[in-house]
């Protein structure tokens, strides 16, 4: 992992946190807002930890931290389907890079383009060379854009 990578991700999950969990606590418990102060803590110390798993976890322990952010900082009753700038976050890079995308098998080649933060026509000519895969049900799957993001990774690291 770059520490570039990890703090720019640490800080997001950081705003996330705030935002999507620690100001709705604050607001609901505003005179008692001492009671936020452990949570806000735990929860600063937690993003460290959480973005060392998803730059630096083995598969299975990053997957499982993209599982439980995704279901904590994206509830819903549909699948999750963030917007295509949201690709382009440090967590949606990180989400990319290590799980494709978390709910589906494949997606549409503007997402992938998203993902991949190229064109789309750079993605019709990945999948033209072979280099991303085509999915039976039409798009791009998840698993060959992963595969694409952790290979350029690698190439980029070395040079």
């Keep these: 992992m770059d520490t570039t990578t990890h703090v720019e991700l640490v800080a997001d999950l950081r705003r996330l946190l705030r935002v999507r969990f620690l100001d709705p606590l604050e607001i609901l ?84 383009a998203a993902m991949l933060r190229i064109s789309r026509q750079g993605v019709a000519d990945l999948l033209a060379r072979g280099k991303l895969e085509r999915h039976s049900s039409g798009g791009v799957t998840s698993a060959s854009i992963r595969r694409r993001l952790r290979g350029t990774h690698a190439r980029r690291s070395h040079h």
């Design 29 to 112: 418990l505003a005179d008692q807002a001492d009671a936020v102060e452990p949570v806000r803590s735990r929860l600063e110390v937690n993003a460290e930890a959480w973005a060392a798993q998803l730059l630096d976890g083995d598969d299975a322990t990053a997957t499982a931290a993209v599982v439980r952010l995704v279901a904590a900082l994206y509830p819903g009753d549909t699948a999750f389907d963030p917007p295509h700038a949201w690709w382009g976050t440090p967590l949606g890079r990180a989400v990319a890079s290590r799980s494709g995308h978390p709910s589906v098998e494949s997606v549409p080649q503007a997402t992938a």
